[in-house]
């Protein structure tokens, strides 16, 4: 059994591939030569015009709008080099889509996670590299290791970085109780307290922020969730600080900026000062307005990549 090829190779599709050409300056190597077009009736064509044979290839990803063809170019792809003998593929997956839907939440639905975890597997990738699953669980989808990256330490070094001499002056609020274990990891980064919004989601995509637990008065507010998709539960959260808990300005900070619907119109209209993003999920020129910053995630790509060729533990970098 091949444990790793004889050398690294990095290629990418079309998701993202400013992210794929940032890891593979940072490991020092070119990136792979291959083609990700399509026929004239809409099907995905893949060239790999570079030899694999016996390589520990690494495909990088996003499944972002539009996810399915992004899906589809990402599967493709490993088959292609699956049968072009590479000893070992990874699939690098900064967002992985479809994530969201991990469980049935009423009759009849489908559990489309696990059937995308599948189609990954069955295409012949042999371990999957990723950040910030949207529910941790989802590791177990699949039959092959999956190392899940955290975002959160980048998110907290920017902040810390900016504000240490402030940070008294600081609380880091849960937008809702499902990011409570991130925001309070992202607190003690910080040295900062916790504040966290319950609120009451009345149909997807639509929350009502109903009341604020814990002290924000007077304070500046930090939201940290792991996705902002259409941005109502950011946004409805910042209006809550400053209206019902009397915060005096507030920053956001997210993993992924998937920024759908209107999302751009709602972030520029509410009362959140910055908006802090990694590039997991490449953003048309036309979603970065003022108040976004970008903050790079191929360093920390990048090292994963060099331990898992280098079979070395990935854990240190998930602290």
Same mark, same amino acid.
């Given at each position: 059994?091949? !444990?790793?090829?004889?050398?690294?190779?990095? !290629?990418?599709?079309?998701?993202?591939?400013?992210?794929?050409?940032?890891?593979?300056?940072?490991?020092?190597?070119?990136?792979?030569?291959?083609?990700?077009?399509? !026929?004239?009736?809409?099907?995905?064509?893949?060239?790999?015009?570079?030899?694999?044979?016996?390589?520990?290839?690494?495909?990088?990803?996003?499944?972002?709008?539009?996810?399915?063809?992004?899906?589809?170019?990402?599967?493709?792809?490993?088959?292609?080099?699956?049968?072009?003998?590479?000893?070992?593929?990874?699939?690098?997956?900064?967002?992985?889509?479809?994530?969201?839907?991990?469980?049935?939440?009423?009759?009849?639905?489908?559990?489309?996670?696990?059937?995308?975890?599948?189609?990954?597997?069955?295409?012949?990738?042999?371990?999957?590299?990723?950040?910030?699953?949207?529910?941790?669980?989802?590791?177990?989808? !699949?039959?092959?290791?999956?190392?899940?990256?955290?975002?959160?330490?980048?998110?907290?070094?920017?902040?810390?970085?900016?504000?240490?001499?402030?940070?008294?002056?600081?609380?880091?609020?849960?937008?809702?109780?499902?990011?409570?274990?991130?925001?309070?990891?992202?607190?003690?980064?910080?040295?900062?307290?916790?504040?966290?919004?319950?609120?009451?989601?009345?149909?997807?995509?639509?929350?009502?922020?109903?009341?604020?637990?814990?002290?924000?008065?007077?304070?500046?507010?930090?939201?940290?969730?792991?996705?902002?998709?259409?941005?109502?539960?950011?946004?409805?959260?910042?209006?809550?600080?400053?209206?019902?808990?009397?915060?005096?300005?507030?920053?956001?900070?997210?993993?992924?900026?998937?920024?759908?619907?209107?999302?751009?119109?709602?972030?520029?209209?509410?009362?959140?000062?910055?908006?802090?993003?990694?590039?997991?999920?490449?953003?048309?020129?036309?979603?970065?307005?003022?108040?976004?910053?970008?903050?790079?995630?191929?360093?920390?790509?990048?090292?994963?990549?060099?331990?898992?060729?280098?079979?070395?533990?990935?854990?240190?970098?998930?602290?």
């Amino acid at each position: 059994m091949n !444990f790793h090829g004889k050398e690294i190779k990095i !290629f990418t599709a079309n998701s993202n591939k400013p992210v794929a050409k940032q890891i593979a300056e940072c490991l020092g190597v070119p990136l792979g030569k291959s083609d990700v077009g399509r !026929f004239s009736d809409g099907e995905i064509a893949v060239s790999v015009l570079e030899s694999v044979r016996g390589s520990d290839a690494f495909i990088i990803q996003s499944l972002s709008a539009p996810v399915n063809d992004h899906l589809m170019e990402l599967l493709i792809m490993i088959d292609a080099f699956k049968r072009a003998s590479a000893a070992r593929i990874t699939a690098v997956i900064p967002y992985l889509g479809y994530a969201r839907q991990d469980r049935k939440s009423k009759a009849r639905d489908p559990i489309s996670a696990k059937l995308v975890a599948d189609l990954i597997t069955v295409s012949g990738a042999d371990r999957v590299l990723t950040m910030d699953l949207h529910a941790p669980q989802i590791q177990g989808f !699949f039959n092959i290791p999956v190392d899940n990256l955290l975002g959160m330490p980048i998110l907290a070094k920017y902040f810390k970085d900016n504000n240490d001499a402030q940070k008294d002056e600081y609380v880091v609020v849960s937008p809702d109780l499902g990011s409570v274990t991130r925001a309070r990891s992202f607190a003690q980064r910080i040295d900062s307290p916790i504040a966290i919004i319950d609120k009451r989601r009345q149909k997807a995509n639509v929350s009502e922020v109903m009341n604020i637990i814990g002290d924000v008065k007077g304070k500046k507010v930090i939201l940290v969730d792991d996705m902002i998709d259409t941005a109502g539960t950011i946004c409805n959260a910042a209006v809550a600080v400053m209206e019902k808990g009397g915060a005096t300005e507030v920053y956001a900070c997210a993993t992924h900026g998937v920024l759908s619907g209107p999302a751009i119109e709602r972030i520029q209209a509410s009362p959140i000062k910055e908006l802090v993003l990694l590039d997991t999920i490449q953003l048309p020129p036309s979603k970065l307005i003022d108040k976004i910053k970008i903050l790079p995630v191929a360093p920390v790509f990048a090292e994963a990549i060099e331990r898992i060729y280098s079979d070395k533990p990935v854990s240190t970098l998930f602290v």
